[in-house]
């Protein structure tokens, strides 16, 4: 049986436009603040070539006109380039209009950056909800192939936990797309997170090895792993936010790198695009639980 290849992923955002510092951290003030995104994405960059794993990277809009070198590195090297939206703007904090803004803004610049055409999308915060479903529309209109922003799991933030947990072709009334869901595991009639972030930093890694093996050897499917460029920065500043939310955002980052290096000793990963490229996502007669929502 053949090994499953699964998705390394990358959202390309500095450590201060994280959600989790909405509240305390001004989109005006982000120019004044102590930038590290391009020295944790070269570290991730090495890392890659290192261990010669290609990656998704969902550079967001103010990055790539922040740092277009970054941007053109990052396709130079072989990685696929995709939008993480241009202003880390949680998706049903929006109007479709200002989203439509948003997509579009990003997508020329990144474009404009790596050379080359974005097709996929994945929204801050795993935003699209039942509520925000409309943003699909948006992002078939603006010329994305795929979405990766609907992870199946209850969580306080995002989720829609009966969404399928695999690709599979959405069927909306601007068309159709195919959604990358972020990966779960099945436990009983939940859906546990296993796609990395916060959950890959703050679980055992032993944790995080059974779940996706789980998941290659039973459903034969391959997992969707994301990871921040801040999430490997122990010397980040620290901003004053909750206890619950320094514990997420600040736990255990001067492990995640070595925790990163066994996992891809473990696992096979390429880009979203090539994962799609081996799988087949299910027909849009299977999949219209969002149709017309």
């Not at 603040?33 to 290609?54: G, I, K, P």
């Not at 796609?195 to 679980?203: E, Q, S």
Request: some cysteine; hydrophobic content about 45%; aromatic content about 12%.
């Amino acid at each position: 049986m053949s090994q499953v290849v699964n998705a390394m992923t990358v959202d390309v955002e500095d450590y201060f436009q994280a959600s989790v510092f909405d509240r305390v951290v001004s989109r005006a003030s982000w120019y004044e603040r102590e930038s590290r995104v391009v020295a944790n994405t070269h570290r991730l960059l090495a890392f890659f070539d290192r261990r010669q794993v290609r990656a998704t990277f969902f550079v967001l809009g103010w990055v790539a006109h922040r740092f277009p070198s970054l941007v053109r590195e990052i396709a130079g090297l072989g990685h696929e380039v995709a939008s993480h939206g241009f202003h880390h703007q949680r998706i049903y904090t929006l109007t479709p209009y200002h989203f439509r803004e948003d997509v579009r803004r990003a997508k020329a610049v990144i474009e404009d950056a790596a050379g080359c055409e974005v097709r996929g999308y994945r929204a801050p915060s795993f935003s699209i909800v039942r509520s925000s479903l409309w943003a699909l529309d948006e992002l078939i209109e603006e010329g994305h192939a795929y979405d990766a922003s609907i992870f199946p799991i209850h969580h306080d933030r995002y989720g829609i936990p009966d969404a399928p947990r695999y690709a599979h072709v959405i069927e909306r009334p601007a068309g159709t797309i195919v959604e990358v869901p972020a990966s779960t595991v099945r436990l009983g009639r939940a859906n546990l997170p296993t796609a990395g972030g916060g959950y890959f930093r703050l679980l055992p890694y032993a944790a995080t090895r059974h779940a996706i093996a789980r998941v290659n050897a039973v459903d034969r499917e391959p997992v969707i792993f994301y990871i921040h460029p801040w999430e490997i920065d122990a010397d980040q500043p620290r901003l004053p936010v909750s206890r619950v939310a320094r514990w997420r955002h600040y736990s255990n980052l001067a492990d995640t790198l070595s925790r990163l290096d066994r996992l891809v000793s473990d696992f096979a990963f390429d880009t979203v695009a090539r994962t799609l490229e081996t799988t087949a996502p299910s027909a849009p007669a299977v999949a219209r639980w969002a149709h017309a929502k």
